[in-house]
């Protein structure tokens, strides 16, 4: 959303509320942070943000996850 390629867990949950505008999944807090958690922890980036946000590369995990 702010443009630096890496995503948030307050990001991920505007797009859940504002882009996909899908309440239910919205709702679905723990599910969401589990699979952000998971996302962040598959692999060990370089980025100078830290595990902190989640990378382009990183991203399909979360969905993966969220599914």
Known sequence: ???NR???L????KGLRDVIQNDTLFKAKPAIMRAFQSAK???KG???YGDDYIEKREF???LVALR
């Open 6 to 8: 890496y995503v948030s």
């Open 10 to 13: 307050a990001e991920i949950e």
């Open 46 to 48: 370089t980025s100078k």
């Open 1 to 3: 959303m702010n443009g």
């Open 60 to 62: 399909r995990t979360f």
């Open 41 to 43: 922890n598959h692999s």
